[in-house]
């Protein structure tokens, strides 16, 4: 829940500067950082189990938007892409790592992680049944 408001206050925050004209860099900063923030937020409201996040889950949900935050700030402070600049698999450095950590892992990681942890931490037991 920390995350998600978090998240919401720094997209304010970066349409706030943006809609005042501050031409600062930390205004795609926080849209980057609130944005993913908001995601894992809302990943964290989705795995809580019975009052509880499921640690698993848990675990690879902050792990995964971790590096999505990383990955956003990252391209944010490379310098503009060049033509004949250096490529990462035939793309600008800045495409492939968006694609790659943005895209990508979220999208290969959080099914795999849900489906292993499905039978342990996802369906809640059977309750004893009382036949007599």
Same mark, same amino acid.
Not at 1 to 17: E, S
Not at 109 to 123: H, I, K, N, T
Not at 128 to 132: K, T
């Given at each position: /829940? ?10 304010? +925050?970066?349409?706030?500067?943006v809609l005042l004209?501050?031409?600062? =860099? ?5 849209? *980057? ?11 964290? $409201? *989705? ?6 996040? &499921?640690?698993? $889950? *848990? ?8 590096? /999505? ?8 402070? /490379? =310098?503009a892409p060049v033509?004949?600049?250096?490529? $990462?698999? +035939?793309? =600008? ?8 950590? &943005?895209? *990508?892992? =979220? ?18 037991a059977p309750e ?5």
């Open positions: /829940m920390i995350a998600l408001v978090v998240g919401l206050l720094g997209i304010v +925050g970066a349409y706030a500067g004209g501050l031409t600062s =860099p930390l205004a795609p900063m926080a849209m *980057a950082i609130g944005s993913t923030a908001v995601l894992a937020g809302i990943a964290q $409201l *989705a795995i809580v189990r019975r009052g509880r996040a &499921t640690p698993r $889950l *848990a675990r690879t949900v902050r792990w995964v938007f971790g590096a /999505m935050g990383c990955g956003f700030v990252g391209v944010l402070l /490379m =310098p033509a004949g600049g250096p490529l $990462l698999f +035939g793309l =600008p450095r800045a495409t492939a790592i968006l694609l790659l950590v &943005t895209g *990508a892992l =979220p999208l290969l990681a959080l099914p795999v992680a849900y489906a292993r942890a499905f039978d342990d931490e996802v369906m809640p004893p049944r009382d036949d007599a």
